[in-house]
């Protein structure tokens, strides 16, 4: 580009450049601000010659130059329409406040809704809790009907042995009365033992331990 042709681009951006910012700038500034575009010298020549066509005004501030817009250039502002603008931004700004609050409850519920199990998984769930808990109470079933059972040959046994005058059978009878007490006490152990784990499934359950258990079909003794 030409030296005439750079000038005459330099007085036709600077002006307008400095117009549409409206504030006060340096030639340094001004040099800066356009990305080194024009040159120091090329820069302050406009400046002063857009005051001097009183575009610009200029102030000396210490030992420093400034330019600023001809604030005569401007049209006079509308007051009503001033008035009407702000109106309008502290009517947007609740609108704001409003929908950020509204946005802070949705995003609540979606992490609520995020914490809870769709029904597939429930179903897949309580199908799987189902298994469990009757496998355990089988087991505690077949685990009370075999104790029960040897309770039962132990009295038997113990009956005779009371009815026997044998003297030789009294250390027999001893020995079936304590394991008639073992037997007693292990079906207790295994009793609570099946229904703290029963309880411990119950846990994980999404339903009342009653309300699942009801809807299986199973009752506890």
């Given at each position: 580009?030409?030296?005439?042709?750079?000038?005459q681009k330099?007085?036709?951006?600077?002006?307008e450049?400095?117009?549409?910012q409206?504030r006060?700038?340096?030639?340094?500034?001004?040099?800066?601000?356009?990305?080194?575009?024009?040159?120091?010298?090329?820069?302050?020549?406009?400046?002063?010659?857009?005051?001097s066509?009183?575009?610009?005004k200029?102030?000396v501030?210490?030992?420093?130059?400034?330019?600023?817009?001809?604030?005569?250039?401007?049209?006079?502002?509308?007051?009503?329409?001033?008035?009407?603008?702000?109106?309008?931004?502290?009517?947007l700004?609740?609108?704001?406040?409003?929908?950020?609050?509204?946005?802070?409850?949705?995003?609540?519920?979606?992490?609520?809704?995020?914490?809870?199990?769709?029904?597939?998984?429930?179903?897949?769930l309580?199908?799987?809790?189902?298994?469990?808990?009757?496998f355990?109470?089988?087991?505690?079933?077949?685990?009370m009907?075999?104790?029960?059972?040897e309770?039962?040959k132990m009295?038997v046994r113990?009956?005779?042995?009371?009815?026997?005058?044998?003297?030789?059978?009294?250390?027999?009878?001893?020995?079936?009365l304590?394991?008639?007490?073992?037997?007693?006490?292990?079906?207790?152990k295994r009793?609570?033992?099946?229904?703290?784990?029963?309880?411990?499934?119950?846990?994980?359950?999404p339903?009342?331990?009653?309300?699942?258990?009801?809807?299986?079909?199973?009752?506890?003794?």
């Amino acid at each position: 580009m030409s030296k005439a042709d750079l000038e005459q681009k330099a007085f036709a951006k600077i002006p307008e450049y400095m117009l549409e910012q409206n504030r006060p700038y340096s030639a340094t500034d001004v040099f800066t601000n356009l990305r080194q575009e024009f040159g120091k010298t090329l820069v302050l020549k406009v400046l002063e010659s857009s005051v001097s066509s009183g575009i610009l005004k200029d102030k000396v501030i210490g030992k420093q130059k400034i330019f600023y817009a001809n604030q005569d250039k401007f049209e006079k502002y509308d007051e009503n329409a001033v008035a009407d603008c702000d109106s309008k931004i502290s009517s947007l700004s609740e609108q704001v406040k409003s929908l950020t609050a509204k946005n802070k409850e949705i995003q609540s519920e979606l992490r609520d809704l995020s914490n809870v199990e769709s029904t597939a998984e429930l179903r897949t769930l309580t199908a799987d809790l189902k298994k469990n808990v009757q496998f355990l109470l089988e087991f505690r079933s077949v685990l009370m009907f075999v104790c029960l059972f040897e309770i039962d040959k132990m009295k038997v046994r113990i009956a005779k042995l009371e009815t026997s005058r044998d003297p030789s059978t009294a250390e027999d009878g001893k020995r079936a009365l304590q394991m008639e007490s073992t037997i007693s006490k292990t079906l207790q152990k295994r009793k609570r033992l099946a229904t703290d784990m029963l309880n411990a499934i119950m846990e994980s359950s999404p339903l009342p331990k009653r309300e699942l258990l009801d809807s299986m079909g199973v009752e506890l003794d």
